[in-house]
DNA sequence: TCAGTGTACTAGTACGCATGGTACACTTTG
DNA sequence: CAAAGTGTACCATGCGTACTAGTACACTGA
């Protein structure tokens, strides 16, 4: 699978799934059109209750990552208007803003926290390139 | 005060206060000597329950933000070693993470993605300083 | 017809958050 | 010494969410 579960962490496994489908999208291991496991099968896959899954496979439907298809499967969709756009804006901001006060207490310069966040994406950024090799 | 709380948010109360004084020291709204409120007197202005505010300071103590005195009250702590230095800069790392493979999912290029970081990062540069004048 | 799909229920367990109340050891003040 | 104010430690309760488990339904494709 693209990602793994911790039930011992602090967020939730079906927000886990959530966060592991959406990095795999980005990431280009998924692309458009791909199939996703059933509800049944990825819950077996990870040992969790199929309505784990399901919540999950909702939130994402939810957020036009996935398209379902009654009968058929789960598919990951085309790029297209993203829903709740301002709202998220706004989120990641207010986060942004907790990470600067974060740093300012780790004793971090504005260029060392600067420095963190670019290194942060550097990586990320490799990864991808390694993947969709 | 120096900050709000609102109990419809998602992120518990408590984590609220911790936030808003850890901002509040950030800004130098607080700084080292000061007293802060009492857990009752905080609770009643805030009609929290005192455990709360009290789940708050300890918090806050174990991150060394402010320094409790039994008997007296608690004060905001100097500057010194951080507990937990290391875990928290894995955890920086790890939302600065999340909030890329969000940022590809709102279609943001790399570029606004960090535009919009300079952006945050400037703007609360700005309240601080007004603070601080 | 049948197997596989997502979905919708119900029920139960577990955990964290928050409140409310009481009590204790400590410090400062009168 | 007494009183008031401090943080802290309990216990009990209510509430919402997460997760599991099981069952059932409507739909699709072979």
Redesign the interface.
Known sequence: MWFRVDPRLATPVYQQVV?GV??A??KGLLRYGDRLPSVRELATMMTLNHNTVAKAYQELER?R?IEVVRGRGTYVAQ?GV?PD?EE??EK??E?????????????LS?DEFVK??Q???QE?NRERGRDNA
């Not at 986060?95 to 004793?107: G, K, S």
Request: charged fraction near 25%.
């Open positions: 966060d959406k990095e999208v980005a957020e990552v790029p993203v756009r998220r804006l990641m901001a986060t942004m803003r907790l990470l600067w006060v974060e740093a300012h207490h780790l004793q504005e963190l966040f290194q942060s994406m990320w």
